[in-house]
Nanobody
């Protein structure tokens, strides 16, 4: 059974940084475009970033562009999200997912991990 394991979240002050990881043991990682998505309390799922299967193409939501950077290491079956200049509005549970973002709607794949909580607060 495919398993996704997110880690790296925590409590950070505004302006701080975090690096999230998503490990996928037993998953044919390199075949898929991958995404980070997030869900803030009381809100719906929000697409954050996408990386192509080889890692050469990335897309970011306008709300994180210039602050967040998605990357991957296919040899390690691991996806990353470097988050800099964090803001309180970045507070959410972050998930990796192999779904598809159309440009307006995110279509999730059915495999989810537990997510990792990011809290930005002074």
């Amino acid at each position: 059974q495919v398993q996704l394991v997110e880690s790296g979240g925590g409590l950070v002050q505004p302006g701080g940084l975090l690096r999230l990881s998503c490990a996928a043991p037993g998953f044919t990682f390199s075949s898929y475009w991958l995404n980070w998505v997030r869900q803030a309390p009381g809100k719906g799922l929000e697409w954050v970033s996408t990386v192509s299967s080889g890692g050469g193409t990335t897309y970011d939501a306008a709300s994180v562009k210039g602050r967040f950077s998605i990357s991957r290491d296919n040899a390690k079956n691991t996806l990353y999200l470097q988050m800099n200049s964090l803001k309180p509005e970045d507070t959410a549970v972050y998930h990796c997912n192999a779904g598809y973002y159309s440009g307006t709607v995110y279509y999730p794949s059915p495999t989810w991990g537990q997510g990792t909580q990011v809290t930005v607060s002074s």
